[in-house]
């Protein structure tokens, strides 16, 4: 089976099922859409790397996996934040790490040919999930409130069964983990590696990630996000989704192209050297 084929039959199947696959769909998409954008070589070197019968996109939700067997990486996922942030150059970072500092770790392990393929295999994991997890605007949101975790929402009866949330409560994290790409396939007939196809994101694929963070961090201070302590709502309607899920669709294609980018740069020095 291809590679197109196989992401579309499972992003259809997770669409099917959305309470126990959200942002496992997007990690997926982002890094199926990533290793078709990729040169030969690195799509060679990409699935040298990865263990007998792994593939890429199940790869990139391993980090998620692993949190609670190596609780030393959970803050690897985001950066805190707090109200009236707009630029993290100006924001405290924590002691325990956070999604920049990790990610550059993991990247420099990945781009450094001296260490062992083990080595290489588990920084191929985690860049792959962290570069979709910094352009999910919650992940560089307030401290307070957990990126969302603890601002409750409701949604209407309808729309909460189309997405599959019993009881008609959500999160606002779970909200833009994925329940707006949820949405999205649904209202388009697509499945989301579809819809990162034809969403061409905007921004420099070369930009530092501290610009990815940034970015999210604007999104985190958009009005329509309705996450700004003075904006936030009770209820969010179908017209929420409308609204939003352009901007979640745009993020997830931008993290692919980006992953991209960085594999072609990590992985082109070894391979040229063989």
Known sequence: MGLRVLALVVAMILVANPAKAWWDLGHRAVCDVA???VNAK???AVEQLLAPKERFGA????AD??????????????INTKP??????QVHRSAEGDIL????EQIDILSDCARSPAQRREALRFVGHLVGDIHQPLHVAYQEDLGGNLY??????ALAASLGEEGGTSNMHAVWDGLLLVYASRDRRQSLYQLLQSHPADGDVSAEPETWANESLALVNDPALAYLKELRVNTLTETYFQQNWPKAVRRLSAAARRLAYVLQQSLQSCESSR
């Open 65 to 78: 996996a692993i949190k609670s067997e190596r609780p030393e990486t959970a803050p690897w996922h985001y």
């Open 101 to 104: 500092t990790a990610l550059q």
């Open 35 to 37: 290793l078709e954008t």
């Open 59 to 62: 790869a990139c939700i391993w």
């Open 84 to 89: 009236g942030d707009t630029d993290l150059s």
């Open 152 to 157: 409750r929402v409701n949604l209407p009866p």
């Open 42 to 44: 690195t799509r060679v």
